[in-house]
């Protein structure tokens, strides 16, 4: 048997919803073990990379992306 507290307020309700699967966060010791310098533990990390294109159309209704590198300028039209 679940008992809720303080349903009247959504967020408490929410929080209590997800406490199960939360855990203890902060109050847990790690599990995954650290390496030393000598054996380090190798970790794998995603990363989000913004890049600019330049997008146009053509007549014939294909659809064409160019990389902008950062050295390069960026144009206001396609005038080239």
Known sequence: MIIMRNIDNP?????????PYKGNMGMTPRTWEVGTREKPTIIERSKLVKQKYRAWEEEDGSYH????SDEEPIKAGLTD
């Not at 992306?65 to 902008?68: A, G, K």
Request: no cysteine; charged share 40%.
């Open 11 to 19: 967020i408490s309700l929410f929080e209590e919803i997800l406490r």
């Open 65 to 68: 992306e160019e990389l902008i």
